[in-house]
Nanobody
Framework: QVQLVESGGGSVPAGGSLRLSCEVS????????MAWFRQAPGKEREGVAS???????FYAPSVRGRFTISQDKAKGTVYLQMTNLKPEDSAMYYC????????????????WGQGTQVTVSS
């Protein structure tokens, strides 16, 4: 059973925008903490943004001011609005979920989506 499904990735020029979506089919408790991670080839996985019970929490310094995480509480869908994209934002983006955001940057989440690719050209 697929529990997290990302969509919205694609190829854009630098300065462009994309909105990623993550459809969630988990219990309310198991999705108290939602986050986006990304990983580019040859690079370490990076926590991008998190929210807890629908309230945005943390952003990676590299995306702060450009990316916005949000949630449709009724549907549970989580979004990542990305603006002023840069080539260094190119990566596979993953939606993750669990019942706690403690230590979220470590990536210790029970539930992961399959990822959606974002490519930003210079």
């Amino acid at each position: 059973q697929v529990q997290l499904v990302e969509s919205g990735g694609g190829s854009v020029p630098a300065g462009g925008s994309l909105r990623l979506s993550c459809e969630v089919s988990l219990s309310t408790h198991d999705r108290d903490c939602m986050a986006w991670f990304r990983q580019a080839p040859g690079k370490e996985r990076e926590g991008v943004a998190s929210l807890y019970i629908g309230i945005p929490g943390f952003y990676a310094p590299s995306v702060r001011g450009r990316f916005t995480i949000s949630q449709d509480k009724a549907k549970g869908t989580v979004y990542l609005q990305m603006t002023n994209l840069k080539p260094e934002d190119s990566a596979m983006y993953y939606c993750v979920a669990d019942n706690s955001c403690e230590g979220w940057w470590s990536g210790d989440f029970r539930f992961w989506g399959q990822g959606t690719q974002v490519t930003v050209s210079s």
